[in-house]
Antibody, heavy 121, light 109 residues
Framework: QLQLQESGPGLVKPSETLSLTCTVSGGSISSTNYYWGWIRQPPGKGLEYIGTIYYSGSTYYNPSLKSRVTISVDTSKNQFSLKLSSVTAADTAVYYC?????????????WGQGTLVTVSS | SYVLTQPPSVSVAPGKTARITCGGNNIGSKSVHWYQQKPGQAPVLVIYYDSDRPSGIPERFSGSNSGNTATLTISRVEAGDEADYYCQVWDSSSDPPVVFGGGTKLTVL
């Protein structure tokens, strides 16, 4: 059964870079049938799509975050990563990684358990 | 950009049927997916392609989609169904193309 697990610092200072890694187990990140994505959820709020990456390295970023976001993949480690630069308190959220289907109308399944990142000095 | 509108809350008694709506312009022409998020947990896919259930999801969960409204129906509601529910579509004319509804809190009375 495929599982995803986020890891990274839970506290980041304002103006610094948030860095998270998602480790995929029980399946290969190099599958041609899936993309790999990041979604975040501010405390008490809804879901916000950050972006996705394909095993080949092809990426998509949400325009609202594009100038600050980098998603990368390491197929040798079966991991993909998120970097978000110049963070502010507004970036405080639970960050989820998830697998996204490649079909015309894709969905996300499964999701990692999520990791809370707080931006504070 | 495409907007999905969900009621903030829905309440239902145990054993009854809960219906959670997701409104969008001509949403019937799109495929709608639904996620269940229990407190402190990650979202879980409960319906994809409007009405298909992933393995392990009870038959009590069903979905429909027509016109400007998609509906998630939960029959014989149990206390364990209390959660936030989010609808999601892919709208290729929007940027980002992944669109989530604002979520609906289902309360089991």
């Amino acid at each position: 059964q495929l599982q995803l697990q986020e890891s990274g610092p839970g506290l980041v200072k304002p103006s610094e870079t948030l860095s998270l890694t998602c480790t995929v187990s029980g399946g290969s990140i190099s599958s041609t049938n899936y993309y790999w994505g990041w979604i975040r959820q501010p405390p008490g709020k809804g879901l916000e799509y950050i972006g996705t990456i394909y095993y080949s390295g092809s990426t998509y970023y949400n325009p609202s975050l594009k100038s600050r976001v980098t998603i990368s993949v390491d197929t040798s480690k079966n991991q993909f990563s998120l970097k978000l630069s110049s963070v502010t308190a507004a970036d405080t959220a639970v960050y989820y990684c998830a697998r996204r289907t490649t079909v015309t109308h894709p969905w996300f399944d499964p999701w990692g358990q999520g990791t809370l990142v707080t931006v504070s000095s | 950009s495409y907007v999905l509108t969900q009621p903030p809350s829905v309440s239902v008694a145990p054993g009854k049927t809960a219906r959670i709506t997701c409104g969008g312009n001509n949403i019937g022409s799109k495929s709608v997916h639904w996620y269940q998020q229990k407190p402190g947990q990650a979202p879980v896919l409960v319906i994809y392609y409007d009405s298909d259930r992933p393995s392990g999801i009870p038959e009590r969960f069903s979905g429909s989609n027509s016109g400007n409204t998609a509906t998630l129906t939960i029959s014989r509601v149990e206390a364990g169904d209390e959660a936030d529910y989010y609808c999601q579509v892919w709208d290729s004319s929007s940027d980002p193309p992944v669109v989530f509804g604002g979520g609906t809190k289902l309360t089991v009375l």
